[in-house]
């Protein structure tokens, strides 16, 4: 995803015998315009109509810092208990052959293709504290349903994928010799873990932590249904937008969805330049 | 460090990688395990190296029982055919993690690993590359890394396996004979890996020569290239040409006639003649002696090599002549292997 910033300058790298460079860069450009800057540039335009004084205002509402203070802390946390997480099943899927591994590896897949409002309902049945898990974890003083944490848990539950699947193929590509090596040099096993093959997968491990941030701040569906949606509690940008609109205030509703556009993707950027940069080094 | 391998046999799942392998291996010896691919001699190593677990017999280092002792208590350094270097560590890092990866007690402080390195690039002829990353090396400099690292720890042993494998014609060459140096200068134990029996012959003290997961000789080089102990060892060390003859009243025969070769003390029975085909004497008249029809001819080099049928079942055996020759003109030849050695056919 991050070819281009690693070359360097401006100059057009000579493309190569094989045609079709200008068609396809054509139609790249063409088909991201329609799908991507058109609509973004609606919504900064009708943002921009607001003027600097109203947006500012509207940017440092109370509500507003809270939802997306809401928003991005939690997709910050699913997106680090993913990785933890997500690091493992793609382990546990890749070494060990399991009974039954093929269905499991499928079932990873599954929070791709629910609907979202499928799962929030769901996980909210389930943590709710009457449910199976959240009747357990109340005499802990534990409140996973309506609470921030329950948000946590539709975004852990969303962005599963996308670690598992980023991660996955790169441990598929270890070399064996590369852990013998390590092993007949005199590390341990933690050892060889933690210097010879975690290095190898943090690329992909930051791209999948990437996309299930990224995920995860966009997440309406499910969230909406577990959190309870307090202001300023439990309520995220995402919901915050769409009761805006529900209010007819457009200009609010697009103020908040370009504070959200920026903040991504300037961590999105960053993450970008971290891989770019870290792919030139190891090749 | 003595290394002995006793009655050593391996199963992969219930398929035998090794039969009952014995091997003495001398300290500071300079070994090579060769033999074609699925003879068994990279299982060997492995189990040398601990990076397997014999089913039955032990291996010793020295005194020790190494079966007892994990991977990373043999201290062995091992060098794998496509290197296993870990390439998000600079050069200097992939030498020094061995070091690195020790318990505080025995760990050299930083500065010292660095220095450590750097001498052992030296002597892998690599000065100045302590920055560099594996992605920017060539394939020979890379190898070259991995034995330095594999020499970091001070290895009791040091095993390779395939080293050149993955190199062309001409960088294995040179590797060859700068391994054959660094062996010389450092005095390791060293056992290594390979297909090919010239690399064998020209770097190794002694080769271990090895067909389906069996040993059939150890020697120096002359001993298995002069004195072959069995047809396989024959066939596979150098070029041979073979023939099935029968032994009777010490003699050898090819159907019915007497080829002027005698075999004293040899059971009568069939049995099959081997011979080098450049090591033929070229005969004028035939009595007591191999003599064939040219069926082909090719020329190599400085000599030609000719492809002769022998007898009534017209078998097919290659010799060499010098070019010049005069019966390199001729369409039927007469010889007799010089050298020559006569196994009994197996189960008769």
Known sequence: ?283 | MQVRVENVRKEFDTFPALHDVSLDIRSGELIALLGPSGSGKTTLLRLIAGLEQPTIGKIFFGEDDASEKSIRERNVGFVFQHYALFRHMTVADNIGFGLKVRPNASRPPADEIRKRASRLLDLVQLSGLEKRYPAQLSGGQRQRVALARAMAIEPKVLLLDEPFGALDAQVRRELRRWLREIHEATGHTTVFVTHDQEEALELADRVVVMSQGRIEQVGTADEVYDEPNSPFVYGFIGDSSSLPVKIEDDQLWLADRPIGLSAAGAPSGPATLFFRPHDVELLDGCSGCLAGTVAASRRVAGTKRVELEIGGHRERVEIELPVDHPSAQKSRIAFRPRKWKVFPTAGA
Do not use: H
């Open chain 1, 1 to 283: 995803m991050t070819t281009a910033s690693a070359q360097a300058g401006w100059r057009f790298k000579k493309p190569s015998v094989i045609p079709g460079f200008g068609l396809t860069l054509g139609f790249a450009l063409v088909y991201l315009t329609l799908i991507i800057l058109i609509p973004l540039s609606g919504l900064a335009w009708r943002s921009a109509s607001l003027g600097w004084a109203d947006f500012w205002a509207i940017a440092m509402d109370r509500r507003t810092l809270n939802a997306l203070k809401i928003s991005f802390g939690t997709a910050l946390a699913a997106a680090a208990v993913n990785v933890v997480f997500g690091t493992i099943v793609a382990w546990v899927l890749v070494r060990y052959p399991f009974p039954g591994r093929r269905i499991v590896d499928a079932m990873v897949d599954l929070p791709f293709a629910l609907p979202t409002a499928v799962a929030g309902i769901a996980l909210t049945t389930l943590y709710a504290p009457k449910g199976w898990i959240g009747s357990l974890l109340v005499p802990l003083g534990i409140k996973v349903a309506y609470t921030p944490l329950g948000i946590v848990a539709a975004l852990v539950f969303i962005g599963l994928p996308f670690v598992v699947r980023t991660v996955q193929p790169i441990i598929e590509e270890i070399d064996k010799e590369i852990e013998e090596a390590a092993a007949t040099l005199g590390a341990t096993r933690f050892q060889t873990i933690s210097r010879v093959l975690f290095p190898g997968l943090a690329p992909a491990i930051v791209t999948g932590f990437a996309l299930a941030f990224a995920r995860g701040v966009g997440e309406y569906g499910s969230v909406i249904f577990i959190a309870g949606n307090l202001p300023n509690v439990t309520e995220i940008a995402p919901l915050l937008i769409i009761i805006r609109l529900e209010e007819f205030n457009y200009p609010a509703a697009t103020a908040i969805a370009a504070i959200m556009l920026i903040i991504s993707f300037v961590m999105l950027l960053v993450i970008n330049l971290l891989q770019a940069w870290s792919r030139k080094r190891y090749g």
